[in-house]
């Protein structure tokens, strides 16, 4: 039996976006990236307890930033992949990428 | 602003505080550009969602809060039926009247049922430290299930109207439950 973490789809895509972002990976930042790659808004509920479940599986870790007023006073929250979620994301796309090898998609090319 | 404390309050009983504050901060500089409905819609769902994971994440162990919830409301239940019963009795026997309908009564028969309900909910908070009003949704929805077991195997039956009215009375006194179960998560959170 694998005991490695399994990655839902919109788990995939959250950590994709905060490997994108990079350090300033925040709620809003998370969700203005995945907005602009997929064309799809996430709805705020599905992606706190995505990041949640995220850290509970120990692929992400999250640290508070300074209080803002833009804010209302409030804290960021930066997420940072770790190696395990780094492991963890390769392994998923490696899986899609071996299923789409010889699929024929239209405006994709996987030989 | 004061909005804003009470958005934080809210995810506050569902999730640590400090992830409440950074949320409601998020929905903030969002709010910035798609305006106040979308505040609160986003304070809600997430509410909401955060509510159900506190289930879906440990479904076991959240049920078996709840069950032990339940356990306590049928013992409980049935010794203050047990004890109205005594008082109705020696009432009866030394021929006395109860007034059913004065208020005294009302207090003396509703107070105990209510203190019963808030200890559950304090029971809830103390079993599942950190998903206190998950353990209260599962205990309101197996309870919810119970009660119209019950009616069906004691009655053979209800219409769909009454079958609603079992339903929103259920509802209506789980707010104890919740209010028990709030006051437990606040002191444990203070207690940590």
């Not at chain 2, 409905?37 to 879906?56: E, N, P, Q, Y």
């Not at chain 2, 039926?81 to 020696?90: D, N, S």
């Not at chain 2, 009432?91 to 009564?105: I, M, T």
Request: proline share 4%; charged share 15%.
């Amino acid at each position: 039996m694998d005991a490695r973490p399994s990655l839902g789809e919109f788990e995939q895509v959250v950590l994709l976006a905060i490997l994108r972002l990079g350090e300033n990976a925040y709620g809003v930042s998370i969700s203005a990236e995945i907005s602009a790659c997929t064309s799809r808004e996430p709805a705020p509920g599905a992606l706190y307890t995505t990041l949640d479940r995220l850290e509970d599986k120990g692929l992400v870790s999250s640290r508070f930033g300074d209080p803002t007023p833009q804010r209302g006073g409030r804290a960021k929250r930066y997420f940072l992949l770790n190696s395990k979620g780094l492991a963890a994301i390769t392994r998923a796309q490696r899986s899609y990428q071996r299923l789409l090898e010889g699929c024929e998609l239209p405006g994709l090319n996987y030989a | 602003m004061r909005s804003i404390h009470f958005a934080e309050w809210i995810l506050g009983l569902v999730t640590s505080p400090d992830r409440a504050a950074s949320t409601v901060g998020d929905l903030v500089e969002g709010a910035a550009d798609r305006g106040v409905v979308w505040f609160w819609t986003g304070i809600l769902r997430t509410a909401a969602s955060l509510l159900w994971c506190g289930v879906a994440g440990n479904p076991v162990r959240v049920t078996g809060v709840a069950l032990i919830g339940l356990a306590v409301d049928v013992v409980a239940s049935l010794l203050l039926a047990g004890l109205t019963g005594v008082v109705f009795f020696l009432a009866a026997w030394y021929g006395h009247r109860v007034p059913l309908n004065s208020v005294w009564w009302v207090i003396a028969l509703d107070v105990p049922e209510l203190l019963v309900s808030v200890l559950i909910g304090r029971i809830l908070a103390r079993w599942a430290p950190g998903r206190e009003l998950s353990a209260c949704l599962a205990y309101g929805i197996l309870g919810s299930i119970f009660s119209i077991i019950m009616i069906f195997v004691s009655t053979g039956g209800l219409g769909p109207s009454a079958l609603l009215w079992v339903f929103l009375s259920d509802v209506t006194k789980r707010i104890p439950v919740l209010a028990g179960a709030v006051w437990g998560r606040h002191r444990g959170l203070a207690a940590r």
